[in-house]
Each structure stands twice: as structure tokens, then as C-alpha cells.
């Protein structure tokens, strides 16, 4: 395990130095700063002067070695707009986030573990074959086209959601705020996590029945239909879990995936998260924003991935983490 973990760190070290670097390269492709930070009655030569205070005329190695330098002691920059921490600026935004992502991977457990595992166990049922298409459907629809659409029906013709915005909150830790403990939090929640689930649910639905069917075919399952062990034994313990393993795989690259999804999502409803940030800053020319916000994603998904991996080598405790034989 101590093996694994060193490895794990010299990956995501290399990982997370990649990603500065292509973050930091493309922050000159995003056009001039100045233009949002000054007026046009600014001189040239004033210009030039706050280019030089800033660093932008600095060389590319000059100016990622100075930043690099920087972030190793936790400063990404200081956003031109809000004139604060650039990281800081990210974090106060990275709740509101993470409430989507949670509230859109409950509802793709509790639906896709038991709509998978009945299109396995009854393939040829009216429900599954429903369900399958259903499935084909969700795959091919835009998660901004979902969140319009039940915005229109739930929000606008039956008047039973909210439409937009993150509602009432309240303090929880760390100066965190959650809307997950309001009924008004709860309530303009549901839309947001519903439509950002809706691209990966039909995913995970097919990924357990696939997976279940195949394990069902196996030999041991066909041995222990032969011992005469008990239906829901068969298909809840010993499928099932064997079932799970490529799941899990999958769901944790998913969950970094879906923080990148809520860019739609929270434009569609206003969601004051670290998609709209994003989006914002990009309008701003506000690269120093930009870049930390491409590096806390890239963390993110780095941090899953291991975690992903320890949740694996748990759950199937012959997969060998260390790569030793």
C-alpha cells in the first residue's frame, strides 16, 4: 500500500505539472487583459507600464517559473476582476459545485444500480426494453437541452420548481455553505442535479446491465445455480458485487467529468458555482482565473482517480495495487 501510494504521488505530481503547463501556455491565446482592466482613454504607453507591473511582457519561461514558484506555496494568482486570490476566489464558489455533483451522483446510485440490475436479471421485459430506450434517448440529448426542457415544464408550466439561482443556504463548516439542510435549498436543487445526472445516467444504466449479464454467464454463477442457492443470493451478492468493480472504475472518472459538465448546467440555472465563474472569467480575460480554475479541475480529478483506486483494491482485494507479483 505504502508502495502505492508513493507511485500514485509521483503520477499525479507529473499529472498535476502537465496540466500547469498547458493551462499557463493557453492563457496567451485568450486575448488582452488590459481590455477589461482599463479604459479606452488609457495611453499606450500607460498600457505598456501595467504590462510591465503585471509580468505580461515578461518570457513564457520567466513568467511559469514565477508561477510555479507561486503555486507551490499555494498562490495561483490574484484575479484581475475580483482583486483577490485567485484560489480563494475558486473555493468560495467550489460549494455550490460540489452540492450539483453530489445531488446528481445520488440520484445516478439510486436509480442506475436497480434499473441496471432488472434489465440484467429480465432482458426481455417490457420494463427493460422501456428502460434501454429510454436510456438511448438520455445518451443523445444535450444536458443543456435537458435543463431547458425541465425548466419549461417544471418551472414555467406547472410552477412546481424554482428556475433558476441556488436558493436558501445555511453555514455548515469552514465558512461552507450548503443548500441541502433548506427546504428552498433542497427545492432549487432538484432541477440542476436532475439534468446534469441525465447524461450520465443512461451511461451507468447500461454499464451495470452489460456487466451484469456478463457475470451472470460465468462459471461460478452457473455453479452456484447448481448448488441451489437462493435467487436474490446469486444475483445480490455474488453478481452484483463483481458487477460493481468496473462500475466503480468508471464512476470515478465520471465524478471529475461532471464537475466539467456543470459548466452547462449552471449557466442554464444561474448557478453560482465554479462553472459560471469559469465562463465568467473567460469573458473577463481574467486568465489568472482561467488557469487556476483548469488546475483545481485537474486536482480534482487526480484526487477521484486515487481514491477510485484505494475503493477498488478494497472491494476486490486480489487486485494487487503495488504491481507486485
Known amino acids: 500500500m505504502i508502495a502505492f501510494f508513493i507511485k500514485r504521488l509521483a503520477q499525479a505530481i507529473v499529472v498535476m505539472f502537465v496540466i500547469s503547463i498547458i493551462s499557463f501556455s493557453i492563457q496567451d491565446n485568450l486575448g ?3 481590455r477589461e482592466m482599463v479604459g479606452q482613454s488609457v495611453s499606450e504607453a500607460e498600457r505598456q507600464q501595467l504590462r510591465d507591473e503585471l509580468g505580461l511582457n515578461d518570457p513564457f519561461l520567466v513568467q511559469y517559473g514565477r508561477f510555479v514558484k507561486n503555486a507551490l506555496q499555494g498562490d495561483l494568482g490574484t484575479s484581475y476582476f475580483f482583486k483577490e486570490p485567485a484560489l480563494d476566489v475558486i473555493l468560495a464558489k467550489l460549494p455550490a459545485t460540489l452540492e450539483l455533483v453530489f445531488g446528481a451522483s445520488l440520484i445516478i446510485i439510486f436509480l442506475s444500480v436497480p434499473l441496471g440490475v432488472y434489465s440484467a436479471i429480465n432482458p426481455q421485459s417490457l420494463f427493460s426494453k422501456a428502460v434501454m430506450g429510454l436510456s438511448i434517448v438520455g445518451i443523445s440529448v444535450p444536458v443543456f437541452l435537458t435543463a431547458i426542457g425541465l425548466i419549461y415544464l ?10 433558476y439561482g441556488r436558493g436558501e443556504t445555511v453555514d455548515m463548516f469552514w465558512g461552507w455553505e450548503s443548500g441541502f439542510f433548506t427546504a428552498d435549498g433542497l427545492a ?7 439534468s446534469l445526472a441525465s447524461i450520465m445516467l443512461p451511461l451507468f444504466i447500461r454499464l451495470i446491465r452489460a456487466e451484469m449479464m456478463e457475470v451472470l454467464q460465468s462459471e461460478y454463477v452457473k455453479f452456484a445455480w447448481a ?7 446469486i444475483y445480490f451478492l455474488h453478481a452484483l458485487k463483481n458487477t460493481m468493480l468496473p462500475v466503480i472504475t468508471v464512476g470515478g472518472v465520471q465524478i471529475g467529468t461532471m464537475v466539467a459538465y456543470t459548466i452547462l448546467t449552471e449557466t442554464v440555472f444561474q448557478w453560482p458555482g465554479m462553472g459560471f465563474l469559469f465562463l465568467e472569467a473567460i469573458n ?3 486568465t489568472p482565473l482561467i488557469v487556476a480554475y483548469l488546475i483545481v479541475v485537474g486536482a480534482i480529478f487526480v484526487i477521484t482517480n486515487t481514491i477510485v483506486d484505494l ?14 507479483k
Open 227 to 233: 448448488k441451489g442457492l437462493n435467487p436474490r443470493r
Open 311 to 324: 475503493v477498488y483494491g478494497l472491494v476486490n482485494p486480489t487486485v494487487n495495487l503495488a504491481g507486485k
Open 154 to 163: 417544471f418551472a414555467i408550466e406547472l410552477n412546481w420548481m424554482p428556475s
Open 284 to 286: 473577463r480575460v481574467d
Open 32 to 34: 488582452d487583459p488590459l
Open 188 to 194: 432549487h436543487l432538484v432541477l440542476p442535479c436532475v
